[in-house]
């Protein structure tokens, strides 16, 4: 019953953030954005995997770094940046702020 309780809290919106960033980094044409993206991406799949959760500090760096990268690229790869960014902003919206 545990184990149930703990899929069923699993952040859906990081999960699809995460697959959405890990699709972004295969379309990218720059090898320093890949690596920003892949950064994101890993960072998303332990929270989305572990023990740990992001506080709102913490989402709202990653949400500035998304942000940022999406300045600096278009195209598909932009398209599953926003798609990411929008998930992960629901996700931010729905963490309680001490």
Same mark, same amino acid.
Request: no cysteine; aromatic share 4%; charged share 40%.
């Given at each position: 019953? @545990?184990?149930?309780?703990? %899929?069923?809290?699993?952040?859906?919106? %990081?999960?699809?953030?995460?697959?959405?960033?890990?699709?972004?980094?295969? *379309?990218?044409? /720059?090898?320093?954005?890949?690596? /920003?993206?892949?950064?994101?991406? /890993?960072?998303?799949? +332990?929270?989305?995997? @572990? +023990?740990?959760?992001?506080?709102?500090?913490?989402?709202?760096?990653? !949400?500035?770094? !998304? #942000?940022? !990268?999406?300045?600096?690229?278009? @195209? /598909? *790869?932009?398209?599953?940046?926003?798609?990411? !960014?929008?998930?992960?902003?629901?996700? #931010?919206? @729905?963490?309680?702020?001490?």
């Amino acid at each position: 019953m @545990g184990a149930v309780v703990i %899929l069923a809290f699993m952040p859906e919106q %990081l999960k699809s953030a995460r697959d959405d960033l890990e699709q972004a980094e295969k *379309t990218a044409d /720059d090898d320093e954005v890949r690596e /920003d993206i892949r950064e994101t991406a /890993d960072a998303f799949a +332990d929270y989305v995997h @572990g +023990d740990h959760e992001p506080d709102h500090a913490i989402m709202d760096q990653h !949400l500035n770094d !998304l #942000r940022q !990268l999406s300045e600096r690229i278009d @195209g /598909d *790869t932009e398209d599953r940046l926003e798609s990411a !960014l929008e998930s992960a902003e629901e996700y #931010r919206e @729905g963490i309680d702020q001490a």
